[in-house]
């Protein structure tokens, strides 16, 4: 099991910018696809992005193509997810989350860590 603490949420005007940050400790990370999700209060988990173990491979939502950026750091067991123009819709609580081959799919059930959630808060 990989425990996972997320950190850099924030508040933020919209266009400005964030990076969120994911720890990962407990076992091998290099093996691990990592990806990050957002959930309103009253909706279910959204997928935001999400990376293979060697990063040659990257996905993103639609909401977030060309503005947010999921980038890994095997050596330091960190991902990084750097917000940018960031827009009033994007306010809720990210979580990171590590996955396994089937990470691509971009569906919570395929992610078997999560961290404890990060908010961020984008005013307008």
């Known amino acids: 099991q990989v425990q996972l603490v997320e950190s850099g949420g924030g508040l933020a005007q919209a266009g400005g910018s964030l990076r969120l940050s994911c720890a990962a400790s407990?076992?091998?990370?290099?093996?691990?696809?990592m990806g990050w999700f957002r959930q309103a209060p009253g909706k279910e988990r959204e997928f935001v992005a999400a990376i293979n173990w060697r990063g040659g491979n990257i996905g993103y939502a639609e909401s977030v193509k060309g503005r947010f950026t999921l980038s890994r750091d095997n050596a330091k067991n960190t991902v990084y997810l750097q917000m940018n123009s960031l827009k009033p819709e994007d306010t809720t609580v990210y979580y990171c989350a590590a996955g396994g081959s089937r990470w691509y799919r971009a569906r919570p059930a395929d992610f078997g860590s999560w961290g404890q959630g990060t908010q961020v808060t984008v005013s307008s």
């Open positions: 407990g076992r091998t990370f290099s093996g691990l696809a």
